[in-house]
């Protein structure tokens, strides 16, 4: 059964190629030039997967040694994301699906996360709780087997990863913020400043987030400090210790909320997927957490963490198993929900 993974909802234009649940190929093209602006522009995001997707998907065939013609079915992101930017993916997995004569699957990106961690070498046994955390989304998933997925609770606000690009433009330090400030937390003291976790007040769900009140606590400090009239050599003594407070707060969220609903659902397998489950510090307290309290912990090797069709394509590889497929009908939700 070979699948092709078609992953074009946000700034990466990803193909990859499946069989029977082994990643043949998996190719991604990310958008750099984004930088500049200091986050995603929608519609030069969606001209850019134009031009480049035709390529993608035939080096990931040519990758993977196989023709067109060996292709049982394509797997493509229809939601959630940006609509100029899924539409050129489902257009292109439509018409290639209607000339090859095969099916075509559409696949929920936040559960093509899930799928990521079956990408490396070891993987969950359902039922495992999934922290889904990246620049558009941020929750907690009872995966209660492969094709039943609950949602206990997400962001009221920022996602994790939006926040640390918006405390990166704070500090000065370009976009994306993530990368940036885990590498300059490593110089700083976690402890410099006690910044808020990113929890909900008690009398709010259970396990949600909110980010929003952690953000404005990193902008009152650096006002409070005059931060902006600094000269450059008290700055960079300041930033890696504001990066490490900052992260701190996000990951000891992160990790309690986390473990909070693994314990009250009595599950022991957890697994951490999304591009700012990249993160070191977030990797490392995981690590630590779940061997403290007995837990299994899996979390995709650092290429599957951000945007890629490989997980496109397992969880289109286990929707053909299962018998769902789609219709050359399928349009792009750009606020598709989990399950």
């Given at each position: 059964m070979v699948v092709l993974g078609i992953e074009t909802s946000c700034d990466e234009t990803s193909a990859a190629v499946l069989k029977n649940g082994n990643l043949l190929s998996s190719v991604v093209s990310s958008q750099y030039f984004h930088s500049k602006y200091g986050g995603v522009v929608p519609e030069l995001a969606s001209r850019a997967h134009q031009k480049i997707i035709v390529q993608v998907v035939g080096e990931a065939i040519n990758l993977a040694g196989i023709s067109k013609g060996d292709i049982n079915a394509i797997a493509v992101t229809y939601?959630?994301?940006?609509?100029?930017?899924?539409?050129?993916?489902?257009?292109?997995?439509?018409?290639m699906a209607y000339a090859l004569k095969i099916p075509i699957i559409g696949v929920n990106h936040i559960e093509g996360h899930i799928f990521s961690v079956f990408l490396s070498n070891e993987s969950p046994e359902p039922p495992f709780i999934s922290l889904v955390i990246s620049g558009g989304h941020t929750m907690l998933?009872?995966?209660?087997?492969?094709?039943?997925?609950?949602?206990?609770?997400?962001?009221?606000?920022?996602?994790?990863?939006?926040?640390?690009?918006?405390?990166?433009?704070?500090?000065?330090?370009?976009?994306?913020?993530?990368?940036?400030?885990?590498?300059?937390?490593?110089?700083?003291?976690?402890?410099?400043?006690?910044?808020?976790?990113?929890?909900?007040?008690?009398r709010t769900s259970g396990y949600e987030f909110s980010f929003s009140g952690l953000k404005t606590a990193v902008l009152y400090y650096l006002k409070r400090i005059n931060f902006q009239n600094l000269s450059e050599d008290e700055k960079k003594k300041f930033i890696p210790n504001i990066c490490a407070s900052f992260q701190k707060a996000v990951v000891d969220g992160l990790v309690e909320q986390t473990f909070?609903?693994?314990?009250?659902?009595?599950?022991?397998?957890?697994?951490?997927?999304?591009?700012v489950a990249a993160n070191s510090e977030l990797r490392k307290r995981m690590a630590e957490k779940a061997n403290e309290l007995g837990f299994k912990l899996y979390i995709p090797d650092l290429t599957f963490c951000t945007d890629n069709a490989g997980m496109i394509a397992y969880a289109g590889y286990v929707?053909?198993?299962?018998?769902?497929k789609s219709d050359l009908e399928i349009s792009p939700i750009p606020n598709l929900k989990i399950g």
């Open positions: 939601g959630p994301g940006l609509i100029g930017s899924l539409l050129v993916g489902v257009s292109f997995a439509k018409a998933v009872l995966v209660e087997n492969l094709l039943n997925f609950k949602l206990l609770g997400q962001t009221r606000d920022d996602a994790a990863g939006e926040a640390f690009d918006k405390v990166a433009k704070l500090l000065g330090l370009g976009y994306p913020g993530g990368p940036i400030i885990d590498k300059l937390s490593r110089e700083g003291d976690p402890n410099f400043v006690k910044f808020p976790k990113p929890i909900p007040s008690k909070k609903a693994a314990m009250d659902f009595n599950i022991k397998s957890i697994s951490v997927v999304g591009g929707k053909l198993k299962n018998g769902i």
